[in-house]
């Protein structure tokens, strides 16, 4: 597996893994450009993929100016590899050494997104129109980081 920052080449390849999720599903793909998505990792934030045999297999996309975590999304099949764990840590180890301001982000209940997240940490502070908020301090991102 190779974890690299995203380039703007990548971002078909992306929109691909973002389509082929089974959880947190676009109601309409059209929602998300390229053009948006080029503008989160160019100059809104950054992003991250994986890639395994030279396919991006994942991303994850931090926005430093949002202070939010703007995607985390796995190919179904490369789920439970550790692959989401990385990419969470390389992202939240940028995003700190930015900022120290409280990152947030949003996801559907009773899914696996929502598991992952409250394993790693993340505060749940309530609902945001039909999905969870979580909410990441400084602190709490230092207290629960795992050195590699």
Known sequence: ???????????????????????????????????????????????????????IVGFAIADLQGHSIWALF??????????????????????????TQTLWLTTSPNTRAERFYRKAGWKDCGYQKREIRFEMTHSNWKANRIVC
């Not at 990385?86 to 940028?94: A, N, R, T």
């Open 74 to 99: 796995l190919q179904p099949e490369f789920e439970g590899q550790g692959i989401g764990r990385k990419l969470h840590q390389l992202m939240l180890d940028w995003y700190f050494t930015q900022s």
């Open 1 to 55: 597996m190779n974890y690299r920052i995203v380039t703007s080449a990548d971002i078909p390849r992306m929109q691909v893994v973002r389509h082929l999720v089974k959880e947190n599903i676009l109601s309409d793909p059209a929602l998300v450009t390229d053009a948006q998505v080029g503008d989160y990792i160019t100059q809104r934030g950054k992003g991250w993929v994986c890639e395994v045999n030279s396919v």
